[in-house]
């Protein structure tokens, strides 16, 4: 199991240095002066200068790589221009509302696909499987921010159960600060419990399939003690598959249901500054959310070695 995770964390260092890499690149590529569009049109070519000083675009592009790889193992993200603190505080601050918002979410999409998954595959073919089927690809198909509209004019405008956007800080106590983020949470886990469930019914019907629960059938096992005992852990690979990936997309992409809800998340920070165009900004955001990403990868990687032996004795 060590060598295997030793392997695992070799290949997530590798994989950041590349994405490092490539970010600061794309960004870089980028045509037009950040100095010149933070300052306006109406800046002398002096202030520009000093501001190309400031945020250190004088020098190559692998002395300004370095310097930046350099900050983020350090710690320091560099400071933003347009916030005038440091990105490590933005991030801070903006954080507490993202992950709150991806974990919130991630759980309500496990909770409803799970027993859902489990229902179609125990029926399959019949009623309520096609019921379900039929669901969860109208929840695939229909965009999150269509759903998150949908759900501010029922419990926001309507019924008045919630707040339409903004997020009261978590210094105004937990349940408020959960409530703020109910309706995005729920937005943003509907369409991923729609894949989820899809997943884990597929999974379950490949797996029931087997010599082994048959076998555990003749033995006398009935066909809920096969699917729980036997079938499910079998069929969790794929499913922590999709969680991984499901938890990465909810961190790092959630930019529309954050402008659409008013959320000072770290989505909207992004958004805030690719049209600010402040580049060490985006640049560290970005690095961060790949390094989550890449994060939540390894740990799925070990979650498989401890779901699967097989994986440990390769390694």
Same mark, same amino acid.
């Given at each position: 199991?060590?060598?295997?995770?030793?392997?695992?964390?070799?290949?997530?260092?590798?994989?950041?240095?590349v994405?490092?890499?490539?970010?600061?690149?794309?960004?870089?590529?980028?045509?037009?002066?950040?100095?010149?569009y933070?300052?306006?049109?109406n800046?002398?070519p002096?202030?520009v200068?000093?501001?190309? +000083?400031?945020?250190?675009? +004088?020098?190559s592009?692998?002395?300004?790589?370095?310097h930046?790889l350099?900050?983020m193992?350090?710690?320091?993200?560099? #400071?933003?221009?347009?916030?005038k603190?440091?990105?490590?505080?933005?991030v801070?601050?903006?954080?507490w509302?993202s992950?709150?918002?991806?974990?919130y979410?991630?759980?309500?999409s #496990?909770?409803?696909?799970?027993?859902?998954?489990?229902?179609?595959?125990?029926?399959?073919?019949?009623?309520? +499987?096609?019921?379900?089927?039929?669901?969860?690809?109208l929840?695939?198909a229909?965009?999150?921010?269509?759903?998150?509209?949908?759900?501010?004019?029922?419990?926001?405008?309507?019924?008045?159960?919630?707040?339409?956007?903004?997020?009261?800080?978590w210094?105004?106590?937990?349940?408020?600060?959960?409530?703020?983020?109910?309706?995005?949470?729920?937005?943003?886990?509907?369409?991923?419990?729609?894949?989820?469930a899809?997943?884990?019914?597929?999974?379950?019907?490949?797996t029931?399939?087997?010599d082994?629960?048959?076998?555990?059938?003749?033995?006398?096992?009935?066909?809920?003690?096969? #699917?729980?005992?036997?079938a499910?852990?079998?069929?969790?690979?794929?499913?922590?598959?999709?969680?991984?990936?499901q938890?990465s997309?909810?961190l790092?992409?959630?930019?529309?249901?954050?402008?659409?809800f008013?959320?000072?998340?770290?989505?909207?920070?992004?958004?805030?500054?690719?049209?600010q165009?402040?580049?060490?900004?985006?640049?560290?955001?970005?690095?961060?959310?790949?390094?989550?990403?890449?994060?939540?990868?390894?740990?799925?990687?070990?979650?498989?070695?401890?779901? +699967?032996?097989?994986?440990?004795?390769?390694?």
């Amino acid at each position: 199991m060590l060598r295997y995770a030793l392997s695992r964390a070799l290949s997530l260092a590798l994989s950041l240095l590349v994405a490092s890499a490539v970010i600061f690149a794309v960004i870089e590529v980028i045509p037009g002066d950040p100095a010149s569009y933070m300052l306006g049109l109406n800046a002398t070519p002096e202030a520009v200068a000093a501001l190309r +000083d400031q945020l250190g675009l +004088d020098g190559s592009l692998l002395s300004r790589y370095l310097h930046w790889l350099g900050g983020m193992l350090s710690g320091d993200f560099g #400071t933003s221009y347009t916030y005038k603190v440091p990105v490590s505080e933005l991030v801070a601050q903006r954080l507490w509302v993202s992950l709150p918002l991806a974990l919130y979410a991630l759980v309500l999409s #496990t909770l409803i696909a799970f027993p859902v998954g489990l229902i179609a595959a125990a029926r399959r073919g019949s009623v309520t +499987d096609y019921g379900i089927m039929g669901a969860t690809q109208l929840g695939i198909a229909v965009p999150n921010f269509w759903f998150a509209m949908l759900l501010v004019l029922v419990f926001a405008v309507n019924l008045r159960w919630f707040s339409a956007g903004g997020f009261p800080g978590w210094d105004a106590g937990l349940l408020p600060g959960l409530k703020a983020l109910t309706l995005p949470a729920v937005a943003l886990a509907l369409p991923q419990a729609s894949i989820l469930a899809r997943v884990m019914r597929s999974a379950l019907i490949e797996t029931l399939g087997q010599d082994y629960i048959r076998t555990a059938r003749a033995k006398g096992l009935s066909r809920r003690q096969a #699917t729980t005992r036997h079938a499910l852990r079998n069929a969790m690979i794929p499913v922590l598959t999709i969680i991984g990936l499901q938890f990465s997309f909810l961190l790092a992409g959630a930019i529309i249901i954050e402008n659409v809800f008013f959320l000072p998340g770290l989505g909207r920070l992004i958004f805030q500054g690719i049209t600010q165009r402040d580049l060490i900004v985006v640049e560290s955001l970005v690095m961060l959310l790949v390094f989550a990403v890449i994060l939540v990868t390894f740990l799925v990687d070990l979650a498989y070695a401890a779901v +699967d032996p097989r994986l440990r004795r390769t390694a």
